[in-house]
C-alpha cells in the first residue's frame, strides 16, 4: 500500500494508548484506506506519520512533528485557506483525497472536537470549480459486461451494428457473445451517458471520446481498453450486480429497461451512480459524522461498500441518456490527436492551436462544454447537421443579433454547476444571486430571438424559460451582495421574513441603547473620557482611564486591568449585552433557516433549470461557429445524404463524394502569415489519391484539413473553404507523424502498423482514412512492399476513400493499376537554385523530394549537407532500381560475385551491369534536380528496352 495511504503502522500498534484526537485520526486513515485523509486541526488540514512525509516532499511543505503521551509523529499541514491548489497537486499525482472537517465547535461537547470526512475528492468526481475546468466536462467512467444476455430489446435509439448481430444470432441459436458497456457521469452538471457494444475497440474509441479522469471497471471488465492516464478506482463488486443496478436507476429515472438497451449497461449505470452517490455522500455542511459510518457492512478492503450508510442521494441527476456510437462520426484515439481536435501535437507557443482553439469563440462556460461535445461527436443525419446549418448561416447573416446575444451571454454563469451545487446544498448566497442574475438575462435573450426564422433558433426560444418565480423568490429573499459565510448573517433581506426583522430590530435597538449609554454616563459620572466599546472576548465594557478612577460609580463592576485604566461592567449592561447577543445569534440561525428553506426550494426546479442550461449552452454553441465563420470567411457546406455501402445499408452505390475548392487548414491559417488554399475531389470513381511532393511542400497539412473540413461539417459547422459538398462520413482513421511507446515496448514501426491493423480491420467504405509516409520505418524494399500490399488493400477490399502521401514514387503507378486511383503532388519551383515551396496541389506525380534541401533550409550545417549530397549520389541509384522495377516485377537485390551490384527480377533476368555502373557515376551533387530527374528517365528507359 502507499505509504501515504491507510492508518499509520506505528499508530495501528497501539491504537487504544492514542490519544483521543490521534485515534480519530487513525479510524479516519481506516475506513478511507483508499484516499489520503486531510485532518483539520483548527486551520491547518494536517497529515501524520507517513502521509505526513510523503506530502511534505510531494506539496513541498515543511515537515515538523506532534508530540504526546505515546510518542512522537510527524506532521505536514497546508492551510485551509488555500487548500484547493494543494489538493489538485495531489490529485494529478493520482491520489485520492478525503477531508476530515470539524463538525463541531470546540467547547460544544466534553472531550475532543469531533471530525467526519465531509468531502471525499476523487479525479472523476470533482464538483469544486477551483479543480475543473470551466470548458469540458469532467467525466468518471464505468465499464461493465454483460453475462450471458447481450443486447436485448428496449432502449431509445437504435442499437448499434454489433448488438444488431448478436441479437440475431442469438434468435438462431447461436453463441453469443458478452456486451461490454460504458457509462459516463460529470458529477459536476448532472450529465449521465450509456452505451455498449460487443467490440472492446468499439468502447475503447468512445472512452478516447470522452476522456474519463477516472474509472471503476466491473467483474470481468477488462482495464485494457482504459487510457493509461485514467485513474482506476476500486469499488464493490456488488454494485455491477444487475439487481442491484435495476433498483437504484428505477429510483432515480423509471423503468431502466425503457432507456437502456442492455444487462450490461445497467449493470455500468448502476455501480457508476452507487460510486456518485457513495463518494458524494459526506458533502453536506458536514452534518452527520463518522459515527454513522460505524454500521457499514465494509469488510473488504480496497474499496467501499456499496451498502455504506453515508450514500448520498443525487437529486440533481434527472436524465440518463443512452446513445448509439454509430450515430455519430467515430474517431478514435488516434484520429483525435493526429487531427488536434483538443491537444495540439507541438505546443511551442501555441497551446491554443487546435480545432478547439480556433473554433471556441462561446461568452459561457456552458457553450464552451457544448461546442467540445459537438467536436467530440459529428452528426451522421443530414437533416441533424442541417439544422445546425440553418441557425448558423441566420446568425451569421444577422450581424447586429448574433454580437447582441453573445455580448449577453457574457454575463451567463455555469447554470449546470450552479443547480448541481444548489441540490447538493453546497451552494452559498452568491451562487444564488449569480443564478438570478443569469434569469436576468434571459428576458431580453428572447428579444432578441423573437424575430428569427429558422426552426433550430425558434426552438431555443420557446426553451429560453426565464423562470420568472425563481428569479423573484432570489430578488425577495437575499441581499443584493451578501457575504460568503451562510451562517453568520448579513444574507437574508429586509422585509423577508417577520420574524427575522424583529430579531434583527432587537439587536439593533439593543445596540443603539448602548450607543447613548456613552454619553449619559459622561454626563453623570461627569468623566469626558469614559467611552463604551466591545471585544469578542469579554463584550461590552466601559473603559476609564486610571486619573478618573476616583469618579466611578458604585454599581460599576471590574471586568479588566489594563495599563492606564480600567474596563467596567454595570448589570444593566450585561443584561443589555445578553439581550443583544441572544438576539443576534437567534438572528443568524433564522436566516440560516431561510437560506437552507430557499436553497431547497430552487432545488426542486432543477430539471427546469437544466433544460434552460441546455438550451443557453446551445445557443452560444451555435453563435459561436457564427462568429468564426464571419470572421474568416468560412463558406456553408452542402451535405449529401447517405449514398449507403457494400453491405446494403441504404440505396446507392457505395463511396463518399467530397468536393472542396479553396480549402484551407483552419489551424494552420491562424498561425501563419500567408495559407495557399487547395481543392480536392474525392468519389466513388476517384477514391484514393496518392499525393507526393517534397518535405515542407504542404501534404500532412492537406490531408489533415480535408478531414478537419470534413468533421466541421459534420458538427453544424460552416468551413474554411470557397465552397464545399460532401457525404457524411462515419469514420476518420488517420496515420500520421512517427511517434513511439517505449514504456509499452513498441517501437516507431510497430506503433505505425499496430494503427495500419486497426485501420484494416475496422474502416469501410463509409470511412476517410489519411495515410501519411506508410512505410518509411523499415528498409525500402520492405517499406515499398508494405505501402503498395496495404494500398491495394484499401483500394480492393476496404473501399475508403484514402489520402496517401508518400515519398515512394514508385506507388504513383497505381494510378495506372488500380480503378479508382489517382496522382497528386504538390509543387515546387526554383529562385536562384534555391527550392521554394509553393504549397499548391496539382494533378500528377511529384519529380522528387528534395530531401537535402529541406535539410539546408532547417539550418543544417554545410559540411553534413554536402556530406550528404555526396552519399546520395552513391545510393541514389540502388534505391531507385529498387522502387522502380517492385511492382508486377518484385525486385530482390543481390551481390554478384565480383562485387557489383546487380538486381535479380522475378523472371530470373539480370538488370545489365553497365546501367549500375553509369548510375554510380552519376555526379549528383552538381546535377540541378531537373537534370538528375532526366537522367534517371533515361535509365528508366534502358531497363525497359
Known amino acids: 500500500m502507499d505509504p501515504a495511504l491507510g492508518p499509520p503502522e506505528e499508530m495501528a500498534e497501539k491504537r487504544d494508548e492514542l490519544t483521543p484526537m490521534m485515534r480519530q485520526y487513525h479510524d479516519l486513515c481506516a475506513r478511507y484506506d483508499d484516499a489520503l485523509v486531510l485532518f483539520q486541526v483548527g486551520d491547518f488540514y494536517e497529515t501524520f506519520c507517513g502521509g505526513a512525509e510523503w506530502t511534505a516532499r510531494l506539496l513541498e511543505i515543511a515537515l515538523t512533528s506532534r508530540e504526546d503521551s505515546t510518542g512522537e509523529y510527524p506532521m505536514s499541514g497546508i492551510p485551509i485557506d488555500n487548500a484547493e491548489s494543494y489538493i489538485e497537486t495531489l490529485l494529478e499525482a493520482g491520489y485520492r483525497v478525503a477531508v476530515a472537517d470539524q463538525v463541531e465547535e470546540p467547547g460544544e461537547s466534553p472531550g475532543v472536537v469531533e471530525r467526519a470526512v465531509t468531502r471525499v475528492i476523487t479525479p472523476g468526481t470533482l464538483t469544486e470549480d477551483e479543480l475543473l475546468a470551466s470548458d469540458d466536462n469532467n467525466f468518471v467512467a464505468a465499464v461493465a ?91 464493490d463488486p456488488d454494485a455491477f450486480e444487475l439487481a442491484r443496478g435495476t433498483d437504484l436507476l428505477s429510483s432515480y429515472f423509471g423503468d431502466p429497461d425503457a432507456l437502456l438497451a442492455a444487462d450490461a449497461e445497467i449493470r455500468a449505470c448502476g455501480a457508476l451512480l452507487a460510486y456518485a452517490e457513495y463518494v458524494r455522500g459526506g458533502e453536506h455542511e458536514g452534518e452527520r459524522g463518522e459515527t454513522e459510518r460505524e454500521t457499514a457492512d465494509d469488510d473488504r478492503e480496497g474499496f467501499a461498500a456499496v451498502d455504506d450508510p453515508q450514500r448520498t442521494r443525487l437529486e440533481y441527476l434527472t436524465h440518463l441518456t443512452r446513445y448509439d456510437p454509430r450515430e455519430y462520426l467515430l474517431l478514435d484515439a488516434v484520429a483525435l490527436r493526429s487531427l488536434e481536435l483538443f491537444e495540439p501535437r507541438a505546443v511551442r507557443g501555441h497551446e491554443d492551436a487546435t480545432l478547439a482553439g480556433v473554433v471556441d469563440e462561446t461568452a459561457s462556460a456552458l457553450g464552451g462544454r457544448k461546442l467540445r461535445d459537438w467536436l467530440r461527436r459529428p452528426l451522421l443525419d443530414p437533416d441533424r447537421i442541417e439544422s445546425r446549418l440553418d441557425a448558423v448561416e441566420e446568425l451569421t447573416g444577422d450581424v447586429q443579433t448574433r454580437e447582441s446575444v453573445h455580448d449577453l451571454l457574457r454575463d451567463v454563469y455555469d447554470l449546470e454547476r450552479l443547480i448541481g451545487r444548489i441540490s447538493r446544498e453546497r451552494a452559498n448566497a452568491r451562487d444564488l444571486r449569480s443564478l438570478r442574475d443569469t434569469l436576468a438575462v434571459i428576458p431580453t435573450l428572447r428579444e432578441h430571438l423573437d424575430d428569427c426564422e429558422c426552426e433550430r433558433l425558434e426552438r431555443l426560444f420557446d426553451q429560453l424559460d426565464p423562470l420568472s418565480d425563481v428569479r423573484t423568490l432570489v430578488d425577495d429573499a437575499i441581499v443584493d451582495d451578501p457575504p460568503i459565510e451562510i451562517t453568520e448573517g448579513g444574507i437574508i433581506a429586509k422585509d423577508y421574513d417577520g420574524r427575522l426583522d424583529d430579531l434583527r430590530s432587537s439587536a439593533r435597538d439593543g445596540k443603539q441603547w448602548i450607543d447613548d449609554l456613552q454619553e449619559r454616563e459622561r454626563e453623570r459620572t461627569g468623566i469626558d473620557s469614559l467611552k463604551v466599546d466591545y471585544n469578542s472576548v469579554h463584550g461590552y465594557y466601559l473603559e476609564v482611564t486610571n486619573p478618573n478612577l476616583e469618579s466611578v460609580p458604585e454599581n460599576y463592576e471590574r471586568r479588566q486591568t489594563l495599563k492606564n485604566a480600567e474596563r467596567f461592567v454595570t448589570p444593566e449592561l450585561k443584561d443589555r449585552e445578553d439581550r443583544i447577543v441572544s438576539a443576534e445569534e437567534r438572528a443568524d440561525e433564522r436566516e440560516y433557516d431561510i437560506f437552507c428553506a430557499v436553497r431547497r426550494e430552487i432545488a426542486t426546479e432543477v430539471e427546469r433549470v437544466q433544460r434552460l442550461a441546455e438550451a443557453v449552452a446551445t445557443l452560444d454553441a451555435l453563435v459561436s461557429l457564427s462568429t468564426v465563420a464571419a470572421q474568416y470567411d468560412y463558406c456553408r457546406p452542402e451535405i449529401d445524404g447517405c449514398t449507403g455501402g457494400m453491405d446494403g445499408g441504404g440505396e446507392g452505390e457505395p463511396g463518399l463524394e467530397i468536393e472542396i475548392e479553396g480549402g484551407r487548414h483552419p489551424v494552420v491559417e491562424r498561425t501563419q502569415e500567408s495559407f495557399v488554399p487547395n481543392d480536392v475531389h474525392l468519389s466513388r470513381d476517384q477514391r484514393l489519391a496518392v499525393i507526393t511532393g517534397p518535405n515542407m511542400s504542404g501534404k500532412s497539412t492537406y490531408m489533415r484539413q480535408i478531414a478537419q473540413i470534413v468533421l466541421l461539417a459534420q458538427v453544424g459547422s460552416f468551413v474554411p473553404a470557397n465552397s464545399a459538398r460532401l457525404t457524411p462520413v462515419e469514420q476518420i482513421f488517420t496515420r500520421v507523424g512517427a511517434s513511439d511507446d517505449i514504456a509499452g515496448g513498441r517501437s516507431t514501426f510497430m506503433v505505425e502498423m499496430d494503427e495500419l491493423a486497426t485501420i484494416l480491420r475496422e474502416a469501410d467504405d463509409r470511412s476517410l482514412v489519411l495515410l501519411d509516409e506508410v512505410g518509411r520505418g523499415t528498409s525500402t524494399a520492405d517499406g515499398l512492399a508494405l505501402a503498395r500490399a496495404i494500398t491495394e488493400h484499401v483500394h ?40 521554394v515551396f509553393r504549397h499548391e496541389v496539382a494533378p500528377g506525380a511529384a519529380t522528387g523530394s528534395y530531401g537535402v534541401e529541406v535539410a539546408t533550409a532547417a539550418g543544417v550545417p554545410g559540411d553534413v549537407v554536402d556530406r550528404a549530397r555526396e552519399l546520395a549520389a552513391e545510393t541514389d541509384g540502388d534505391e531507385l532500381e529498387a522502387e522502380g522495377t517492385l511492382g508486377d516485377e518484385r525486385a530482390v537485390d543481390r551481390r554478384v560475385p565480383d562485387g557489383s551490384t546487380a538486381t535479380a527480377t522475378a523472371d530470373g533476368g539480370d538488370v545489365p551491369v553497365d546501367v549500375a555502373a553509369e548510375l554510380r557515376s552519376l555526379d549528383l551533387a552538381h546535377l540541378t534536380p531537373v537534370e538528375a530527374l532526366t537522367e534517371l528517365d533515361r535509365l528508366k528507359r534502358l531497363l525497359e528496352e
Open 796 to 835: 480492393d477490399v476496404v473501399g475508403a476513400t484514402t489520402l496517401f502521401a508518400t515519398h515512394h514514387h514508385a506507388l504513383t503507378e497505381l494510378a495506372d493499376d488500380l480503378e479508382a486511383a489517382f496522382t497528386l503532388h504538390f509543387e515546387v519551383g526554383q529562385d536562384d537554385g534555391d527550392v
Open 145 to 235: 459486461r454483460g453475462d450471458g444476455g447481450g443486447a436485448r430489446s428496449g432502449g431509445e435509439g437504435a442499437q448499434d451494428r454489433e448488438n444488431a448481430t448478436t441479437s440475431a444470432n442469438a434468435a438462431d441459436g447461436e453463441d453469443v457473445a458478452e456486451t461490454l458497456a460504458l457509462a459516463l457521469l460529470d458529477v459536476s452538471t448532472g450529465d449521465f451517458l450509456a452505451t455498449s457494444s460487443n467490440s472492446s475497440e468499439t468502447i475503447a474509441d468512445e472512452i478516447s471520446r470522452f476522456d474519463p479522469a477516472e474509472a471503476v471497471v466491473g467483474p470481468f471488465a477488462s482495464e485494457d481498453v482504459l487510457p493509461d492516464d485514467c485513474m482506476v478506482t476500486p469499488f
